[in-house]
């Protein structure tokens, strides 16, 4: 079934059908001041952290989705009621059309019910920490209409999250609201003093402008009324907020306006919800009394966004891959790189700061788009990197570079829940930095001189050594780096000498870009070194090899985790696509562990993290077994691993299996089988159900996934073959032979790219011939000094 679609022109997602099979959501302005809504205006917001800084409630896990940004109306005649959408007053849908269109850091929800239409627009600024809800309310009947609206919000009672629900011999008893002007004002901890400039930011506020109030409450209780729900509000039925405000239990923002439209009229209403005091929210609404300042906001939210998605496009025979690719994987790998895994409708915001791993690979996918707004991130997470090399398994938010504790340190440990360091960590660095200087050609990069978490500084060039230091410092008896408290594979826990093929895959591909590197830098004794060590590496990884795939790793204890014989678990994806990945695999290798994914992994959704499932033959360090079979990473299709697995089919040329990966695992693929995936079909989710469970297909855990970025680059670098280095521009694309070509528009280094490839032949890959600018060039390179501002580039494939 079909609950929308997707309009590219507008780089919007459209869902035209408000019964979605779960709350499909959107993102809405960034950390400092957090926003997440659904197609039914469900939501929470925050300032600077879910965790402590909440200020609207929000029930998680739930296909009920409350509360959230909520105006309602009413017939006054009539006594009619409903909400500006579906939810939560739920009206018939034979007689309520509703419409939501999810763009760029902007929702706008249009209904039409008993004559009236209303359009409201939700936003934050650019640059604000407060958001806009504007409503526009249209009589479209032949007589004029008295109506009611009422704006409604359900303020938290602290700005921590927990503490605002479960501590309520203390929560209840800190806040009260008064009603100020245009607006009700939230109190909380007032007695408690206020700062140097006289203002207390623990104030929150709801106002509105564009019509008198006729009306309002601060307590949640007398809006609601007594044994109702958010569907009925007792305010709303019978027409009138009574005034009260709240004084020692829960508080609410609602207000109301009555208005009389007459056919065809129109009334424009802008709520505005913050954390602001009594002054600043005056200065914050009177702005909003200047016409067209809203639409010159929302232009500038699509201006900023845009510019920045249009820095890559696609055109491609398939309409799934140019939405993701165009639009929605792309803005997907920027909320994840901004927010990490804070908050979602999922996530409750307890996360106090960035997983290492999880934010270095989240670079990845906005390099090619905004290789500077990367860099910043990059050289943030080198300053995360401890002396030793390894990572700090999270990093607070408030990161105070060369002042940190670590993993050795008993009281990192007891801040942070984290008691050891990853094996992967660092090891994140080396693909984000080398996509980083390919695209911005900045080799001076590697000499820029960063701190480190603990103490000390180096440059760049020497903090990727420290890398590889710090796996070979930690080899287990194999020659393999050890598997320390887990590689990325957290439910996986091969022992503190146990080993793993995946780090070591990994490991390999970074000895690899070092000896590339220190070759250019003429740094001859770390080219030795590194010979050396990579041999033995070599040595180490070719004995893994188990006839047709390579193994998981090796237990302390020297069982193998993943050999062909083992009844559950014999085999793992991400070994054999790191295997291509980071180049060691040989040809025979690669083609045959491609084919064991085919031939065992792969599903209609995508390919299994691993098969069977642990059931009976689980070890200790086996966590996923707590899950059932086929669920999470005990056997489900984890959709991070579905980027790697197109990459390394493209690597290796296979075009129509790298495009097959991607439409099983793609949610536009799933656009007219929502009720299958749940999810929302234009967002990735942490894994999908496989073929053991009665629900396979249906996808979980949306929006903050490394999936974002992982398919990104297998689709980029991949499928469209854009492989950037510190000199040029390899194109080699891997794509369907089905497919008659395709274009690309790429901005490289502040020059355009205009790419036409060409596939008469019909071939999944290889280059027959590249034209810059009409002079043919070798093989499948761009020189980066040969390009003009404007290039036209033809590919042809054969």
Known sequence: MQYGYFDLKNKEYVIDRPDTPAPWVNYLGSPEYGAMISNNAAGYSFVKSGANGRISRFRFNSMMALPGRYIYLRDNDTKDYWSATWQPVGKPLDSYKSVCRHGTAYTVISADYAGISSEVTYYVPIGATYEVWRAVITNNSDKPRNLSTFGFVEFTNDNNYEQDQVNLQYTLFITRTSFEGNKILQHINENDGKDATGSNHRERFFGMVGAPISGYN?????????????????????????????????????????????????????????????????????????????????????????????????????????????????????????????????????????????????????????????????????????????????????????????????????????????????????????????????????????????????????????????????????????????????????????????????????????????????????????????????????????????????????????????????????????????????????????????????????????????????????????????????????????????????LLGHGDDAFRYFEESSPASMNDKAEQRVLEPYVHGQFTESTASPYAGRSHVHWLTGTASTVMVGCVEGICGMRPDADGLHICPSIPAAWDGFTMEKLFRGKQLSITVKNPNHVQSGVASLTLNGKALDGDYVPADALADKNEIEVVLG
């Open 218 to 650: 601060g307590n949640l209780d007398s809006f609601i009324g007594p044994y109702r729900t958010y569907s009925n509000p007792i305010a709303v039925e019978q027409g009138k907020c009574t005034g009260e405000m709240n004084y020692n239990s829960n508080a609410c923002g609602a207000l109301q306006s009555d208005i009389t439209l007459q056919p065809g009229e129109s009334k424009e209403l802008i709520f505005v919800l913050g954390q602001k005091d009594n002054a600043q929210a005056n200065e914050i609404l009177a702005s909003y009394e200047a016409a067209g300042k809203v639409d010159s906001e929302v232009e500038a939210l699509k201006e900023y966004w845009h510019s920045k998605l249009n820095h890559f496009q696609v055109s491609t025979p398939s309409d799934a891959f140019n939405n993701m690719i165009n639009v929605w994987n792309a803005y997907q790998c920027f909320i994840t790189f901004i927010w990490s895994r804070a908050a979602s409708f999922v996530y409750c915001g307890l996360r106090n700061g960035y997983g290492y791993r999880d934010t270095v690979q989240d670079i990845q996918g906005i390099i090619h788009l905004d290789p500077e707004l990367a860099a910043e991130k990059i050289r943030f997470m080198l300053s995360a990197q401890v002396d030793n090399g390894g990572g700090l398994p999270l990093v607070k938010f408030d990161h105070n570079a060369g002042h940190e504790n670590t993993p050795d340190d008993p009281e990192y440990v007891k801040e942070t829940g984290h008691p050891s360091y990853r094996a992967d960590d660092a090891l994140w660095l080396f693909p984000t930095i080398r996509k980083y200087v390919g695209e911005s050609g900045n080799k001076a990069f590697y000499d820029e001189v960063i701190v480190y978490a603990n103490g000390g500084e180096d440059t760049v060039y020497n903090h990727l050594k420290r890398a590889i230091r710090f796996s070979m410092e930690r080899l287990g008896d194999h020659n393999m780096p050890a598997g320390l408290h887990a590689d990325w594979n957290d439910c996986l826990r091969l022992g503190k000498k146990g080993e793993s093929t995946f780090v070591a895959f990994q490991l390999y591909y970074a000895m690899s870009m070092m000896h590339e590197l220190a070759a250019e830098r003429k740094d001859s004794e770390y080219v030795s070194y590194l010979d050396k060590a990579q041999k033995a590496l070599g040595e180490a990884l070719a004995a893994c090899w188990d006839e047709d795939r390579f193994i998981r790793g090796i237990r302390e204890d020297g069982v193998v985790v993943g050999a062909k014989k083992d009844p559950e678990a014999s085999m793992w994806l991400n070994p054999q696509s790191w295997s291509v990945i980071s180049g060691f695999a040989s040809k025979e290798q690669s083609d045959k562990a491609m084919q064991s994914v085919a031939d065992i992994l792969d599903t209609p959704y995508g390919a299994k993290l691993l098969d069977p499932p642990y059931i009976d033959h689980y070890f200790d360090g086996a966590l996923m077994h707590i899950f059932n079979p086929d669920t999470k990473e005990n056997g489900g299709i984890f959709s991070q691993s579905q980027g790697w697995l197109i990459l390394a089919e493209s």
